[in-house]
């Protein structure tokens, strides 16, 4: 609003200095008249800007003189009209402030049920008094005598012990402190605390964390009770889940075997389980690991098995390439046709950049060489 009221007031000033003015001159009944003859908005006139060159908008005799506000509006003490929505909200809308008088304030305002309403007048949710937070231009809905230990909260809420603030019970017993002085999380007030079924309570604590985090090898808990040994080797998995050994906390069936080390020992890639998984038809098994790669990852020259038996020869020479790759002479992989004759080795043994290869290759529709 500023930005587009000093780029007016430029072209203002610019009509006025390039050109005479004309004292005759007729404004809009939402305008206002400057001595200079110039018109600017009814708005700007005793806003406490001087938007008339010659200041005539400001001039104490029309500013002090009485000014009509619609219904709607509220009068400030320098004359200018603000919403009334702007009153009494904390912000000073009016030059002189007079929008968030104490005096005013206090008497006008009718805050809603769900609303506390502030020593100076203002309206604030009723959750957001003796919250710890203070958000009443004079603090008063962190007021001690409102906030002292004699307060109510809901059945719902938990109250804090030095604030006397309220703060709901989903929220003690979480390892968060939400309290002022941390009394939602005491561990005497967590210890009578009851988890729902599917929580699992901690020891030291008494918090509440779910069942899907526990034995995951990721402590929730503050004292690391969630993934205790004992309780995980009690734990049941899903049967598309394994149980790791030594921790009890279950991975996904999809993880295993797939050279890399989801279970904190390992279990999860041994080769005596690995070895009796069994792959997708799309799939090639790993020798050594049993470990699953994707059958388009094989023969490809990168060594995708821990062991490097998806690019044995051996298989490799069985392997079959489709019509537009090219396969590799000594280790049978396969690569893109577009690949082959670009100066670049791409087979292990360089059988993709052999002069003979590359003359039929070409002239092929399936292949262009740009640089021969």
Known sequence: MTFIKFS???????LAVCSIPVQGQTCKD?????KSGSCIPNTW????????????DEDVNICSSPTTCKDVEFKCGSGKCVPKQWTCDGENDCPDGSDEDVNICSRQTTCKAIEFRCGSGQCVPNTW???GEKDCP???????NICNPESRCEDT???????????????TCDGQKDCPDGSDEVADICAESRCEDTQFKCNSSG????MNRTCDGQKDCPDGSDEVADICAESRCEDTQLKCNSSGSCVSMNRTCDGQKDCPDGSDEVADICAES?????????????????????????KDCPDGSDEVADICAESRCEDTQFKCNSSGSCVSMNRTCDGQKDCPDGSDEVADICEILVFSPLHVVSWL
Not at 138 to 144: Q, T
């Open 138 to 144: 004079d603090g008063s809905d962190e007021d001690a």
């Open 129 to 131: 008094s003796c919250d």
């Open 278 to 302: 069994r792959c997708e038809d799309t799939q090639f098994k790993c020798n050594s690991s049993g470990s699953c790669v994707s059958m388009n990852r094989t023969c490809d020259g990168q």
């Open 45 to 56: 006139r005793c806003d406490g800007d001087a938007d008339c060159v010659d200041g005539s």
């Open 30 to 34: 939402t305008e206002f008249k400057c």
């Open 207 to 210: 918090s509440c964390v779910s």
């Open 8 to 14: 007016l007031l430029a072209v203002v000033l610019m």
């Open 157 to 171: 809420q938990f109250k804090c012990n030095s604030s006397g603030s309220c703060v709901s019970m989903n929220r």
